[in-house]
């Protein structure tokens, strides 16, 4: 697949398609994940299933457009609010509106993945979204306290262990860790896969601390509206050995978006298993 460029602003978000002539389907990451951890795969399983799939990299990661890192602070001070944003949650919305614009879609099917992006398209801009499905999330409306709840903070203890890396080979090491510790425990994990994936991911474009912070900035500098005004089809996908997320966090936004269906996953984790792709796509709102 060519990659090919949209423009927000300032910000150039690179993209690619899959499919051609199927219902528009764009996908969504969230915080530092570059488009290619979208399995290939998947995407092609969508295509089969009648989609046409656009997934794309927010900027600051990727090959879209990479901003200057703020001076000071660390991802913690930015979540609860103490960095200065370089851009808006608003603005990261318009980019993969952007990426809609570029492939002349005026509403998609949306697929977030651990996305408060995908939530603040719904919100924002609702006559653009024809269903959402919203995987390894909690609500984007949360205040910092509900947020910081939700949270399974033995994970962030496993991070700090990673040792410090000096050499892209360490890099992509690293990546591969990060992934395992999310991964899902009653599923094989997809070794070959996420090496592949790490390798790729290091050489579009090195990690940038600086990005999670600039994200996570971002996410405190738009107010959107309660998940109560939703009136998009929505589906909550959550695994019930997510490492990272509480199950209250699904459940919650779940039960604020009104009709929104939840799909709790035994043996999935903070990660998108093969072995429930299918069963995904089935109940995906159309």
């Excluded at 499919?19 to 998947?42: C, H, I, N, S």
């Excluded at 794309?56 to 000071?72: E, I, K, V």
């Excluded at 005026?106 to 996305?115: E, F, L, M, N, Y």
């Excluded at 035994?266 to 299918?278: A, K, R």
Aim: aromatic share 8%; glycine share 10%.
């Amino acid at each position: 697949m060519p990659v090919e460029y949209a423009v927000n602003g300032p910000a150039k978000i690179a993209y690619e398609t899959f499919g051609t002539g199927g219902e528009p389907l764009l996908l969504v990451l969230g915080l530092d994940y570059q488009m290619v951890w979208w399995d290939d795969a998947f995407c092609e399983r969508l295509v089969d299933a009648g989609f046409h799939v656009a997934r794309y990299d927010n900027r600051d990661t990727g090959l879209s457009t990479h901003f200057p890192q703020p001076a000071g602070g660390s991802p913690w001070r930015a979540l609860l609010g103490g960095t200065k944003p370089v851009y808006t949650m608003a603005d990261m919305v318009d980019d993969g509106l952007a990426v809609m614009d570029a492939l002349g879609w005026t509403a998609a099917h949306v697929i977030g993945g651990a996305s408060a992006i995908a939530q603040g398209m719904a919100l924002l801009h609702p006559a653009r979204v024809r269903g959402l499905t919203l995987c390894m999330s909690s609500p984007a409306t949360a205040g910092i306290l509900r947020t910081l709840r939700y949270l399974k903070f033995g994970i962030f203890r496993e991070f700090r262990k990673l040792p410090k890396a000096t050499t892209p080979e360490q890099e992509i090491d690293n990546m591969v860790r990060l992934y395992r510790a999310q991964a899902s425990p009653g599923y094989p994990f997809p070794a070959e896969w996420v090496r592949q994936v790490a390798t790729l991911s290091h050489h579009r474009a090195p990690n940038n601390p600086g990005t999670t912070q600039r994200h996570l900035a971002a996410g405190r500098a738009t107010k959107l509206p309660p998940l109560s005004g939703l009136t998009v089809p929505t589906l909550v996908v959550a695994g019930a050995e997510d490492p990272m997320l509480k199950p209250s966090a699904g459940r919650d936004l779940a039960a604020q978006i009104p009709g929104a269906r939840l799909v709790e996953y035994p043996g999935v984790g903070h990660d998108w298993p093969e072995g429930i792709w299918d069963d995904v796509i089935s109940r995906m709102p159309r």
